[in-house]
């Protein structure tokens, strides 16, 4: 006999249903509350100490690439970067604290509205460190400081008699410092004595000559020197005469010069000098050159030179250096709330003037 059952549970399964949705529902509250306190929450001492380690970065960061820094203090730094907006212009940042305790970190950008960075800052320390940094610029070019041209200061091994007929030449050229557009000479010093059957001081005339085509004296110009020769007292003894120059032509690097000494008109053997002959320097380009004949035939010695010193300047760009304080590492300390202090530094790699 077939039985008729309808498709409503029964009040057994009603209660087993109930009981089962009643354990699941009390499981997913003490999930639901398990999950809720492993989330941290604002003011937890994890989260504050992250935030502040973010604030040290960020800062020290943007520190590395300023360009400029304008202000800083203890508790504050206004400082440039470079352009972030694209107008062209470099940006201002400024981050300051009032030092108080619980107060806010602000930033200020270009100058406009303060925007809170941190809230209950405990501390906010900025700390940097300069270097006294020298630099060098080339400026106009300008003569420069008095120098040492050429010299020969071997003793003297022989000697070449000046009177009558008889002159003498020595060439030299300088090395010439980088940079260098021209040069010229401004005094000379000569190893010199009287001659064996002079009586009195020789009285001679030094010049400054260009050379001819034929690598001797030419004599169309030269540059007088003007030296005493009263010192001079006797034959035996080598005395150094000075001489300077009366007129400071430049002349160009491509030119050497020689050092020309001849007797005045009108000296004789009572006023005749001897003038000291060394060994020259190996590899110089130094020689010197005599004439018997007023100066028809020139005798060239490659080998040595006269005994001399010569004075002169160079013509050339002038490098002008300057000393400047320099920031070259930042350190910033943060603590907001209760977490604990975090410090975060950089190296300024645009080394900002400090000002």
């Excluded at 009390?26 to 492993?38: F, G, P, Q």
């Excluded at 009195?200 to 010049?207: E, H, K, Y």
């Excluded at 004599?219 to 007088?224: D, E, I, V």
Aim: aromatic share 8%.
């Amino acid at each position: 006999m077939r039985t008729n059952r309808s498709n409503a549970f029964t009040l057994i399964e009603t209660v087993l249903s109930l009981g089962i949705v009643g354990v699941i529902a009390v499981s997913m509250t003490s999930i639901m509350m398990l999950t809720s306190r492993a989330m941290p929450s604002v003011g937890d001492v994890d989260v504050v100490n992250v935030s502040s380690r973010e604030v040290a970065s960020r800062i020290a960061s943007e520190l590395a690439g300023a360009t400029s820094i304008t202000g800083l203090s203890a508790h504050s730094v206004t400082f440039t970067i470079p352009d972030r907006d694209n107008d062209g212009l470099e940006e201002t940042f400024r981050y300051g604290w009032s030092g108080t305790a619980g107060d806010p970190l602000v930033w200020t950008y270009n100058g406009g509205s303060a925007i809170t960075v941190a809230s209950n800052v405990q501390d906010f320390t900025l700390f940097a460190e300069s270097a006294t940094v020298t630099q060098a610029a080339t400026g106009p070019s300008a003569w420069g400081p008095e120098v040492i041209l050429h010299e020969q200061l071997a003793p003297p091994t022989t000697n070449l008699t000046i009177s009558g007929l008889n002159r003498a030449a020595h060439y030299f050229k300088p090395d010439f410092p980088a940079g260098t557009t021209g040069w010229t000479v401004t005094r000379a010093s000569l190893k010199m004595r009287r001659a064996g059957s002079a009586t009195a001081a020789p009285v001679l005339r030094v010049s400054f000559v260009s050379p001819g085509v034929t690598g001797t004296p030419d004599l169309g110009a030269f540059q007088l020197t003007m030296g005493d020769t009263s010192t001079v007292a006797n034959a035996t003894q080598w005395f150094t005469v000075a001489y300077t120059c009366a007129t400071t032509p430049t002349y160009p690097i491509s030119q050497g010069l020689f050092l020309y000494v001849a007797p005045t008109t009108g000296t004789t053997t009572s006023t005749a000098a001897d003038v000291g002959v060394t060994a020259g320097v190996a590899n110089y380009p130094s020689y010197y050159c005599t004439t018997n004949t007023a100066l028809i035939v020139w005798n060239t010695d490659y080998d040595d030179g006269l005994g001399c010193t010569i004075w002169g300047k160079f013509y050339g760009p002038t490098t002008t250096t300057t000393t400047a304080q320099r920031y070259t590492r930042a350190e910033v300390r943060t603590k907001i709330g209760s977490a604990d202090s975090t410090t975060a530094s950089a190296q300024l790699l645009n080394r900002p003037l400090a000002p």
